[in-house]
Nanobody, 120 residues
Framework: QVQLVESGGGLVQPGGSLRLSCAAS????????MRWYRQAPGKQRELVAS???????VYKDSVKGRFTISRDNAKNTVYLQMNSLKPEDTAVYSC??????????????WGQGTPVTVSS
């Protein structure tokens, strides 16, 4: 059973920083793309950042220069370093990954989400 578990969310003041982590566990053969999404209250879920298996990254325009996505393939973990946080970054952040379990094809997996609140 493959699972994604996020951690690192919380309350931070505007201008502050947080680092989110998402660890994949289970019988994993390979992890391809990994992504961070967020959903603010009353809004649709949006893609924040993604990173391919080879390390290529893409960011939502509003977080460019402030957020950095990275991954540690040895730990099956993706990170989202968030700096210069703004109140509009407040949302539940969820990780998503294309994972190939041992003996299977690729499936898309989601974590349970971790809340981030940016407020003074």
């Amino acid at each position: 059973q493959v699972q994604l578990v996020e951690s690192g969310g919380g309350l931070v003041q505007p201008g502050g920083s947080l680092r989110l982590s998402c660890a994949a566990s289970g019988s994993i053969f390979y992890i391809n793309a990994m992504r961070w999404y967020r959903q603010a209250p009353g809004k649709q879920r949006e893609l924040v950042a993604s990173i391919t298996g080879g390390g290529n990254t893409v960011y939502k325009d509003s977080v460019k220069g402030r957020f950095t996505i990275s991954r540690d393939n040895a730990k099956n973990t993706v990170y989202l370093q968030m700096n210069s946080l703004k109140p509009e970054d407040t949302a539940v952040y969820s990780c998503n990954a294309d994972i190939r379990p041992v003996g299977s094809g690729y499936y898309e997996y989601w974590g349970q989400g971790t809340p981030v609140t940016v407020s003074s």
